[in-house]
């Protein structure tokens, strides 16, 4: 299984992102796939995640502000980041669970290797 996470970078504040989850050898249609960041010296993180129904769920921070959507017919899991802030800098991880609690990194089975982002005030 292998997760491709894509779509960090260099935003000023109030800027916009848009990661993406590519998987191969896994079907996303049918698991949890989760967003989670981590920033130097501080814990991962939750931030999103989408199941294989479409239900979504946000951690507070980003609450109305990111969205995860999905295209199962790339097999491709999204999350839209608008109105970043400098707090919202770290490496993002993608990942993915069949269940479980979706908001614990313990949950998920499999993950990607990050893409950074990394929002100047």
């Known amino acids: 299984v292998q997760l491709q996470a894509s779509g960090g970078g260099l935003v000023q504040a109030g800027g916009s992102l848009r990661l993406s989850c590519a998987a191969s050898?896994?079907?996303?249609?049918?698991?949890?796939t989760g967003w989670f960041r981590q920033a130097p010296g501080k814990e991962r993180e939750f931030v999103a995640a989408?199941?294989?129904?479409?239900?979504?769920y946000y951690a507070r921070s980003v609450k109305g502000r990111f969205t995860a959507s999905r295209d199962y017919a790339k097999n491709t899991v999204y999350l839209q980041m608008n109105s970043l802030k400098p707090e919202d800098s770290a490496i993002y991880y993608c990942?993915?669970?069949?269940?479980?609690?979706?908001?614990?990194?313990?949950?998920?089975?499999?993950w990607g290797q990050g893409t950074q982002v990394t929002v100047s005030s």
């Open positions: 989408i199941s294989w129904s479409g239900a979504t």
């Open positions: 050898d896994y079907t996303l249609s049918s698991a949890t």
């Open positions: 990942a993915v669970a069949r269940f479980g609690d979706y908001s614990r990194d313990a949950t998920y089975e499999h």
